[in-house]
Each structure stands twice: as C-alpha cells, then as structure tokens.
C-alpha cells in the first residue's frame, strides 16, 4: 500500500497543479482607455470618455467602488446654477484670487483655474446624471457657501456614477488590481496587466491611460517618508490605499507634485463619523499636549486639517480635550459649537455623551476624575504643568482676551467645577492629495515639464492644487477637484484619440 501511496500522491499533487493553473485565466484585451481607480474621479473620468464614443475599461481594487469619495458631503462648485438661486454672489475670478492667496501662490495657477472654471457645469452635469443636491453651504462660520450638500453624501454620488457606468458599457473590473503598467514610447501604447481575486490576470492595449487611484495613506513607508507626524499618523479609514499606481507612473517618467500635502485632522481613535465622543474631544475649548501645555488656538478646529498641522508638531501626535462638568453640561443641553460636518452637526445636543463618556473610559480614550491631580494622574501628564495651563486658562476667561493664542473669545471656557473630563484625541489623515505633476489639462508631466503623451493624473493622486495644507477655504475642495479633474481628464482624452 505504501508503494502504491507513493506512486499515486505525487500524480494527484500534479493533477491539482494543473487543475488549480487552468482555473487560473489570462485574458489578452484592447480598448481606447483604461481607468486605474474607479473613485468619483476615475468613473468621471471613465464616464466622460464613453460620452465622447471611446471604449474604457476601468480596473478597481476594491470590492466596491468610491474609495474616500463615499465618505464626502459635499462638493466646490462657484457660480453655480444653485448658487445662482440662492444669490450667492461669489465670483469666479474671487475663488480663484482666495485660493491662489491662501496657497501663497505654491498651486499650480491654471490647474486652479480650469478646476474653478469647470465647476459649475459639473454641478449640472451630476443633475444629469441623477445626482439630487440639498444646497449651497458653508462649512465654518462666515465661510464661503461653495459646498454643495448632496443627497445621501458621497456615496450617492458614487453609487449614481458607478451605475452609470455600467449602463452605458464602461466594463469595469471590481477587486483587480493593476500590477505593471509599461509604455511603449514609440507606439505610443500602454500596456496595463490587473489581477482578480481569483488570479486571474488581464493584460490590455490601450491608447490612454488615466490615473486616479487615490492617495498612500496606507502605505506606511510612503507616510513617513512624505507627511509631518508620519510616522504616528492613523488613516481615518483604511481602503488600502498603498500609492501603488503613483509609483507606476513615477516609473514611467512623471515628476512627483504635492507628495507631502494631506488632509488631517484631530480625530478619538476608533470612532465613527457620528460619534457624540469624538463630538466633545473636538471642540474649540481647551486642548493641552502630552505635557499637559496648550499648543494652539483650538478655534483651528473650524479649518481642521490647520488643527492637524498643529497636533503633527505635538510628541506622539496626541492631545487631550479637557472641560468640566458645566461644560459638558452646555454641550448636552444648549448643543455644540464645532459640528462633525452632517454628521453631528452645529447646535447638536449631545444627549448620548454620557455613555460614549463611560465607553470611552474603559476603551483608554476617555477620563473622568474629581480633581486636577487625579486627571493629571489618569492622563500621565505632568500634574504641575496641568495645574499651571489649567490656571493660565481660567486668567484668560476672566480677562476675557486669549492674551497667548488670540482665540476668539466666544470660544473661552473656564475649567472650574470639580467633576473634569479629557478626550484623547491623535494625529488622523482622511487622504494625502498629490502625488503625480499634470497640467491645466490633467496631462501627467515628465520632470523637464513636459507632457507624457495618453498619461493622465486625476484627483488625489495629482499635485498641483495646493500649497503646503489642505484648504479648507475652498470648501468642498476634494472631491470637486476629483470630479472636475476626472472630466478635463476624460475630455482631452477624447481629444488625444481623435473622439
């Protein structure tokens, strides 16, 4: 029997090695376009080709599509036909002197430009798509109502876009990942190779390639080697987002562009969007560092990913939100100053803080003490250096004037009642947002600044569109910039190929 046992056992291995490898497909594909990312932008971008009669294939890694998108509310849009109704007079031409201004000139002035220009049409063209919008607003106080609020939120947008596509015969591949894309420089014919969960591999010819996968903050090496704070930054939600396809095109000459920039902000470890926690830790009251110092005008919060800049600078990107029980009791019953966008928004009465407090003290995140030594102690600060900031704090309310910081003084609250509470709270990146140089046409650049020809950079994964920080003042900015930067994409595109 154990003669036969070896005959046999190493025929069977061999026949389920061949039957395993024949499972396993190679398909060989043409088409005119291929899509890397089937976000908000690539499926713009995917969308607008097949309007324009080009076949597009778009490849996506994940098992549904979005990526960031699905997390957004709203999109930038100026002199938008909803603006318009609203007489909402911002001009062009004052967007796009604001956003040049804020960036200090560091953005690439007609890439601002063209993204501004286009924006209103794309407010219609998402109508047509089947996209209902809310309204036109403002996402601080006195800021420029240039978000415009959607129905369902980014994964309306998304989910309305993605059917779309696949109405109109975009094919598109869900859970495939692109592994190698080479160029042939005197054919000028991409070669894309993808790989489905099963191993099965795709290799396609295509005339153009567009690339909008998103941003790393997945990739930690990329992170510390790129961000300030990098190497204790936490994405805000984690799609896998390794920058794999901004090193494809690195490898294919593109210049690097905006590599450092990144959306941050300080954020409870752990906690959803709607979370009445993360609610309290973030309001503009008093945020002191792992010293137990005050390091900031915590009013920063209203421009938050500014509040991440500042919390990158702090040891181990860690702060703590501290107040007493008067003001956890204004926050229940008068509501809060600081909203989570739609999720908690402004005025929202905290009526589950109570429990997310408890919940939070026995998952490490939250500390409730009778005295300022004791939260001191359970915060492993320094009780002196709390003592003294805690003090400085109540001096500045009475005096009413932040004599250190310049906080608006509506945002002053004294610490005063024995009952205190801390939220801790960590350096958090929703997205990094640049990677790959392009031009106002969303051409992807060499490092002599010139085009590479059928190569195409979109959204998060091109540069160009800020200075050092996420603006905020361009409310809305992200995923305007997506959806504008994946139809200019998609149009020239059409040019390129003669559609």
């Not at 598109?172 to 969960?197: G, H, N, W």
């Not at 501290?322 to 005025?347: C, S, W």
């Not at 992807?444 to 020809?453: C, T």
């Not at 920080?469 to 997506?482: D, H, K, N, P, R």
Request: aromatic share 10%; with cysteine.
């Amino acid at each position: 029997m154990k003669k036969y046992k070896r005959v046999w056992m190493p025929l069977v291995i061999s026949l389920f090695s061949v039957l395993t490898f024949s499972m396993a497909q190679a398909r060989d594909l043409e088409t005119d376009v291929v899509v890397i990312g089937a976000g908000s932008s690539g499926l713009a971008a995917g969308l607008t080709a097949k309007y324009g009669g080009a076949s597009v294939i778009i490849f996506e890694k994940m098992p549904f599509p979005g990526g960031t998108s699905q997390f957004a509310e709203g999109i930038y849009a100026v002199e938008s036909s909803l603006q318009i109704m609203k007489n909402i007079g911002l001009t062009r031409d004052e967007a796009f002197k604001r956003h040049m201004e804020s960036t200090h000139w560091h953005a690439n002035a007609r890439l601002v430009r063209a993204f501004i220009d286009k924006s209103a049409s794309t407010i219609d063209w998402l109508q047509q798509q089947g996209i209902e919008f809310i309204e036109p607003a403002a996402l601080f106080p006195d800021g420029p109502r240039t978000w415009h609020l959607m129905k369902g939120g980014g994964a309306a947008l998304v989910n309305t876009l993605f059917a779309k596509v696949k109405e109109k015969g975009v094919q598109i591949y869900l859970e495939t990942p692109v592994k190698k894309l080479e160029m042939d420089r005197k054919s000028r014919i991409f070669s894309i190779t993808a790989e489905d969960k099963n191993g099965n591999v795709l290799r396609v010819n295509a005339k153009i390639v567009i690339i909008s996968a998103g941003g790393f903050t997945s990739n930690k090496e990329m992170v510390q080697k790129y961000i300030e704070g990098g190497n204790f930054a936490v994405p805000v939600v984690d799609l896998a987002q390794t920058g794999g396809p901004i090193q494809m095109a690195w490898a294919i000459g593109a210049a690097p562009e905006g590599v450092s920039v990144v959306m941050s902000i300080p954020a409870v470890p752990e906690e959803k969007p709607d979370s009445q926690l993360w609610a309290a830790g973030a309001q503009p009251y008093l945020w002191v560092n792992q010293r137990g110092e005050r390091f900031c005008d915590e009013s920063i919060i209203f421009t938050f990913p500014y509040a991440g800049n500042a919390l990158s600078k702090q040891e181990g990107g860690i702060m703590y939100s501290i107040f007493d029980e008067d003001t956890k009791k204004y926050m229940i019953e008068t509501g809060i100053q600081y909203g989570l966008g739609v999720f908690v928004p402004v005025t929202t009465k905290l009526s589950r803080l109570d429990p997310e407090i408890q919940r939070g003290v026995k998952e490490g995140k939250a500390f409730v003490a009778s005295s300022l030594e004791e939260l001191a102690t359970r915060m492993n600060v320094s009780g002196k250096t709390l003592k003294a900031t805690v003090d400085e704090n109540n001096k500045i309310c009475e005096k009413h004037h932040d004599y250190l910081f310049a906080k608006d003084a509506r945002y002053l609250r004294p610490i005063k009642k024995e009952k205190l509470y801390a939220v801790k709270s960590t350096f958090h990146i929703f997205t990094t947002v640049g990677g790959i140089k392009i031009n106002h046409k969303a051409e992807v650049l060499d490092k002599n600044g010139e085009v590479i020809p059928g190569v195409y950079a979109t959204g998060n994964c091109a540069g160009g569109l800020y200075g050092d920080s996420y603006e905020v003042l361009t409310t809305g900015g992200s995923l305007g910039f997506a959806v504008n930067s994946g139809r200019i994409a998609g149009e020239n595109a059409l040019k390129y190929i003669g559609k």
